[in-house]
């Protein structure tokens, strides 16, 4: 593998997965917080920060923020990430982000001001009151993949580390940075920029304590219906593209993608990515071996 791997970690960056959750409408319901949380949320929110909400997307601008905030030198704090932010003059941005891009917003001042606003009202009104915990549990799993990291081959590192990915080294790739994040799970959130690829990957944590662990059971149920037992049965064979597994199904795409998001979330599948696309799955018998082990733990 021709590329360096790095587990990093910040409050800010959850702080940003938790707008990206909020603003990610269409997936709530896959979410494990649901989309009660984020009613629950949005009662707590002003109505200029619910407006600014809606009014932003999670195209290309959203992706830059994820890059600047990526390339901010000093960002131990949320307030040190808002402070550089705020102060970043607009010729910096250009420099900050030209090493990776060449399309930038049109209006870059326009554009810091309205990010800024969201990242410190969004951290004032919801992130601040619920993140130590959060980001200690997250914290605490980076600086264990790290000590892993270093005695491990890269790719199965990076296989176990997001349950089951696989990054092809195209594109230039040079530089992957692996960020574990709790909002989003069970899915995942990839950036590609050229020879930088940030990964903000679920990190199986929770900040509740359960008699079942949630990430066993949902392992449980993606098994739950005969057409995702047969997907699983047909990449026993090696790696297939989407078109392929939905061909040898017999069912509708739709539904082909549900099951492959089930099974992938619960570590089942293998998924092979370039840039930002998945190519191809394979079965991932890791994760069925880790599903016995934690079921016999359990039951025992």
Same mark, same amino acid.
């Given at each position: 593998?021709?590329?360096?791997?790095?587990?990093?970690?910040?409050?800010?960056?959850?702080?940003?997965?938790?707008?990206?959750?909020?603003?990610?409408?269409?997936?709530?319901?896959?979410?494990?917080?649901?989309?009660?949380?984020?009613?629950?949320?949005?009662?707590?929110?002003?109505?200029?920060?619910?407006?600014?909400?809606?009014?932003?997307?999670? @195209?290309?601008?959203?992706?830059?923020?994820?890059?600047?905030?990526?390339?901010?030198?000093?960002?131990?704090?949320?307030?040190?990430?808002?402070?550089?932010?705020?102060?970043?003059?607009?010729?910096?941005?250009?420099?900050?982000?030209?090493?990776?891009?060449?399309?930038?917003?049109?209006?870059?001042?326009?554009?810091?001001?309205?990010?800024?606003?969201?990242?410190?009202?969004?951290?004032?009104?919801?992130?601040?009151?619920?993140?130590?915990?959060?980001? @200690?549990?997250?914290?605490?799993?980076?600086?264990?993949?790290?000590?892993?990291?270093?005695?491990?081959?890269?790719?199965?590192?990076?296989?176990?580390?997001?349950?089951?990915?696989?990054?092809?080294?195209?594109?230039?790739?040079?530089?992957?940075?692996?960020?574990?994040?709790?909002?989003?799970?069970?899915?995942?959130?990839?950036?590609?920029?050229?020879?930088?690829?940030?990964?903000?990957?679920?990190?199986?944590?929770?900040?509740?304590?359960?008699?079942?662990?949630?990430?066993?059971?949902?392992?449980?149920?993606?098994?739950?219906?005969?057409?995702?037992?047969?997907?699983?049965?047909?990449?026993?064979?090696?790696?297939?593209?989407?078109?392929?597994?939905?061909?040898?199904?017999?069912?509708?795409?739709?539904?082909?993608?549900?099951?492959?998001?089930?099974?992938?979330?619960?570590?089942?599948?293998?998924?092979?990515?370039? @840039?930002?696309?998945?190519?191809?799955?394979?079965?991932?018998?890791? @994760?069925?071996?880790?599903?016995?082990?934690?079921?016999?733990?359990?039951?025992?």
């Amino acid at each position: 593998m021709e590329y360096e791997v790095e587990v990093q970690f910040e409050p800010v960056f959850e702080l940003v997965c938790s707008i990206h959750t909020f603003i990610c409408k269409k997936s709530n319901k896959k979410m494990d917080l649901g989309a009660s949380w984020s009613a629950d949320v949005a009662g707590r929110l002003s109505p200029e920060l619910l407006s600014a909400l809606d009014e932003t997307d999670l @195209g290309n601008d959203w992706k830059l923020l994820n890059l600047l905030i990526h390339q901010c030198p000093v960002k131990e704090s949320v307030d040190q990430v808002l402070e550089w932010l705020e102060h970043l003059p607009v010729g910096e941005m250009y420099e900050t982000l030209a090493e990776y891009v060449s399309v930038f917003p049109v209006q870059m001042d326009q554009f810091r001001s309205r990010m800024h606003f969201l990242l410190s009202e969004w951290n004032r009104q919801y992130f601040r009151d619920c993140s130590p915990e959060i980001s @200690g549990r997250l914290l605490q799993h980076a600086n264990e993949r790290r000590l892993e990291l270093d005695r491990s081959a890269v790719s199965d590192f990076v296989n176990r580390t997001t349950n089951g990915f696989y990054f092809l080294p195209v594109d230039g790739l040079r530089k992957l940075v692996l960020i574990p994040q709790f909002h989003f799970q069970p899915a995942n959130i990839i950036y590609s920029f050229g020879p930088l690829t940030i990964c903000h990957y679920a990190a199986r944590v929770s900040v509740t304590d359960e008699e079942i662990s949630p990430f066993m059971y949902r392992t449980l149920r993606s098994l739950g219906e005969k057409s995702r037992l047969k997907i699983l049965q047909s990449l026993g064979g090696g790696r297939r593209t989407f078109t392929e597994i939905a061909k040898q199904a017999g069912i509708s795409k739709g539904i082909v993608h549900d099951h492959i998001f089930s099974l992938r979330c619960a570590g089942l599948l293998n998924a092979y990515i370039e @840039g930002e696309n998945v190519t191809a799955y394979s079965l991932r018998l890791e @994760g069925i071996h880790r599903m016995n082990e934690q079921l016999f733990e359990y039951l025992k």
